[in-house]
């Protein structure tokens, strides 16, 4: 989901094109309070879900959002007043979006190998800036978190991770206001396909994933300088090598909050620790990342073997969000799957700690295509010199109940939403919604009702 400029609620709204809305006013109102907070992510949330060839479909929530509950016009109004897109100046494929925190900057990379940085200038995008990001379309785009200055992290299909820092002195639409400050190969000639920041305490991980499985942490040298990265540790997600020819999906993501859920750390989970969901194939790995004592005394973070597996999917997992909400006694995870459904998973570490014989952690009645034997191994360390991947692509039965040290991690799926052709979902910040879109060009919003069912309430998109 860098810092940016003062931002005016009640003026960021985009122009409104071709596009209609479908609403359901039979869903009772959120009993869930929003902030400004969730405001500024429905801007994160469209841009990175819905991208299509000519139009960049963005959605923005204006202060209607904080007043619909007390007026009682709850989210139809809130619905209605909201979406806006404009036109992404690119010819060729928007391959990815991203707002930065406050909504107030977007950066998109496209098929024609370009980075275009757009700037909210009272109720208008502007294009600030745009380069040749990379000699291969971008696959990923990212802004840093929001006090770290203005710092992008970008792969492309050329193996190449590159960071980039703005440098205000350099003239907008001079294609150099953002320089390179550090550029890295993957080591074994496979391209990178998902990649992700992080900043607990005002520190920097950026953590990225290759078309194989092969999954790396990173930090800066320097936690004030970004031109010097160190990989601090990395793992292989998949448990067997992958075939050629074998169509793969590696996206991942952090749990975009300070800490982990209250309940996780009075099971014992350490305060620090960051938490990582990887699609792999047609599983969700999820793993904790722990600081531990090095040589010397140096404190560096290392994956712990994988403390649950989300399965059920009778296809690839194309996508896969984490609520950032840390008040919640459990985490969701949501993901979106190739066989056209989406499922939130909630991830639970009970108090009792003994641990138990894993189960699989798949929705009610869900058969797993290719299901093997008995339960994947609990994870594997990526050797020196890692090959191509995995000559199966369907896994065993995924786990619900897995430890890190004497902290069980329980996870099933508890709830299953058909939507056709998705493949990519995205939590709003501290709130309860959920976004989904696809191969048709609409957005769907979805959220959890007073009888524990999730109910889509609002559709958009174009005609």
């Known amino acids: 989901m860098a810092s940016g400029t003062d931002f005016d609620g009640d003026n960021l709204m985009f122009e409104m094109e071709d596009c209609h809305i479908h609403t359901d006013t039979t869903l009772e109102p959120s009993p869930h309070s929003f902030t400004e907070e969730s405001i500024y992510d429905h801007s994160i949330a469209a841009a990175n879900n819905t991208v299509l060839p000519q139009t960049i479909r963005s959605i923005c929530i204006n202060r209607c959002l904080d007043t619909a509950q007390s007026t009682g016009k709850g989210d139809r109004e809130m619905v209605t007043q909201g979406f806006r897109n404009f036109a992404h100046s690119s010819n060729d494929l928007v391959l990815a979006a991203h707002f930065n925190e406050y909504g107030t900057r977007l950066v998109t990379g496209s098929a024609d190998h370009r980075i275009r940085v757009f700037d909210m200038n009272q109720e208008n995008w502007q294009l600030t800036d745009l380069w040749r990001g990379h000699n291969a379309q971008v696959l990923d785009v990212k802004w840093n978190g929001p006090k770290m200055g203005q710092i992008l992290g970008s792969i492309g299909d050329d193996l190449k991770l590159k960071i980039w820092q703005e440098d205000p002195t350099e003239a907008h639409h001079s294609g150099r206001r953002f320089k390179c400050v550090f550029s890295q190969s993957s080591g074994h000639s496979v391209v990178y396909t998902s990649l992700d920041f992080v900043n607990p305490n005002k520190d920097t991980y950026l953590a990225i994933v290759t078309r194989d499985g092969l999954l790396s942490l990173l930090e800066p040298v320097n936690s004030e300088k970004f031109d010097d990265w160190r990989e601090i540790d990395q793992i292989l997600v998949c448990d067997a090598h992958i075939a050629r020819g074998v169509e793969t999906c590696f996206k ?212």
């Not at 066989?339 to 699989?360: F, L």
């Not at 052709?421 to 609409?442: A, K, R, T």
């Open 252 to 463: 991942l993501c952090f749990q975009q909050s300070t800490h982990p859920n209250s309940t996780a750390i009075a099971a014992g989970l350490d305060k620090s620790a960051l938490s990582i969901a990887v699609t792999a194939l047609t599983e969700v790995r999820v793993y904790r990342v722990i600081k531990m004592t090095g040589h010397g005394g140096q404190e560096l973070y290392k994956f712990q073997d994988r403390v649950a597996v989300l399965g059920g999917a009778d296809g690839l997992v194309r996508g896969v969000a984490w609520s950032a909400e840390a008040w919640r006694p459990q985490d969701w995870i949501a993901t979106a799957a190739a066989d056209g459904y989406i499922r939130i998973y909630e991830i639970s570490t009970p108090k009792q700690n003994t641990v138990q014989t894993a189960s699989p952690a798949v929705p009610p009645k869900t058969t797993l295509s290719n299901a093997g034997e008995g339960p994947s191994k609990a994870g594997v360390r990526a050797p020196s010199g890692i090959g191509a991947g995995l000559d199966r692509a369907s896994l065993a039965a995924s786990l619900s109940s897995l430890s890190i040290g004497q902290i069980r991690h329980e996870a099933k799926c508890v709830e299953q939403i058909k939507h056709e052709g998705v493949w990519e979902v995205q939590w709003m910040s501290n709130s309860h919604i959920l976004i989904s879109s696809g191969d048709s060009g609409q957005a769907r919003m979805w959220r959890q009702a007073h009888d524990g069912k999730w109910h889509e309430f609002a559709e958009f998109g174009p005609e």
